[in-house]
């Protein structure tokens, strides 16, 4: 599937921003970790010990969760990603079977873009006028056969709170409309609707819509558009020390953008400028339909030497 509509809006908001270089150079493009000048892990450094230890007494009911939507050619993707999968039967063309044993099997090979599908977006993905995350120059980072610095290999085991935040049901819907975005109001809003809910520094912070029930339903409007985390928002939960932001749409923040001239804006926050990590397709309607908002989440990306993100499937226990 193209998101052709997309795709224009992103290219013409990119020739926009090369023509108005004012706008665009008015963001300030080196932001240093406080971890230190060695750092590659960001927002991760909130969780600790102790984040495990409490959120493994969330784990209540004994259910679990896989939050990973799956991952086709069908999969909804921003363009030009694509992914293409062969299954092969080495030495048994024809019909053949190994040894006298008469052993047969099944290999597969991926021709993919890893952004796509449940996907988690490293530090190395986005950055501002040519610089990353912790003030890294593209000359540091980058590197065709694989990124010199902010590889996937590089991140930890993941387990931590995970807080569940269903704006469906805070604005009483079925499917929250595309372009809505998510700010302190709304946050909090859907905070106090779930019990007066407090987001603790190294959560993980999801928000559900229910814009996932358009796979393979409406694709056509999937891909267009969705709603989203807002500019405010994203600002307010680095404020709150987050590990990650998810959401169930393939982009996370709110799109169309809350400023048409500033190209995926949010993402720019959270990964360049504070390394809080970025969960897209992650989906939670079994559990925001046991009204459960809080569990223990956990998530393993592949140890892919360089690779930007990863293709994930999140576990949410409860």
């Known amino acids: 599937m193209k998101f052709k509509k997309l795709a224009a809006v992103f290219f013409a908001s990119a020739v926009l921003g090369t023509m108005s270089m004012g706008s665009a150079f008015a963001y300030e493009k080196c932001h240093k970790s406080k971890w230190g000048a060695s750092d590659q892990l960001g927002s991760l450094n909130n969780i600790t010990a102790k984040n495990l230890r409490s959120a493994s007494k969330l784990v209540k009911k004994g259910k679990a969760m896989r939050m990973g939507i799956e991952t086709n050619t069908k999969t909804p993707a921003f363009p030009p990603r694509t992914f293409t999968m062969s299954i092969v039967t080495p030495g048994q063309e024809g019909g053949k079977s190994l040894g006298e044993n008469k052993l047969n099997y099944h290999d597969d090979i991926l021709n993919t873009w890893v952004g796509i599908g449940t996907q988690l977006d490293g530090l190395g993905h986005i950055g501002i006028e040519n610089t990353y995350y ?125 400023n048409p001239k500033e190209v995926f804006r949010v993402h720019q926050i959270l990964l360049a400028e504070n390394g809080t990590f970025i969960l897209e397709n992650a989906v939670a309607e079994q559990a925001i339909k046991e009204k459960v908002y809080e569990g223990l989440i956990t998530v393993a990306p592949h140890r892919t030497t360089g690779a930007v993100q990863a293709i994930v499937s999140p576990t949410f226990m409860y």
């Open 134 to 258: 912790n003030c890294s120059s593209s000359d540091e980072v980058f590197d065709a056969n694989g990124l010199k610095k902010f590889g996937i290999e590089t991140i930890p085991a993941v387990a931590t709170r995970a807080v569940l935040l269903d704006m469906a049901g805070l604005l009483n819907m079925d499917i929250v409309p595309e372009g809505t975005a998510y700010n302190v109001k709304e946050i909090k809003a859907a905070l106090k609707r779930q019990g007066n809910m407090k987001i603790n520094k190294g959560d993980v912070v999801i928000f559900y819509s229910g814009w996932h029930k358009l796979l393979g339903v409406d694709d056509k409007r999937n891909g267009a558009a969705h709603p989203g985390l807002g500019v405010e928002g994203a600002k307010y939960l680095v404020s709150l020390g987050v590990a990650m932001v998810g959401a169930d749409t393939w982009g996370l923040e709110v799109v169309p953008f809350e």
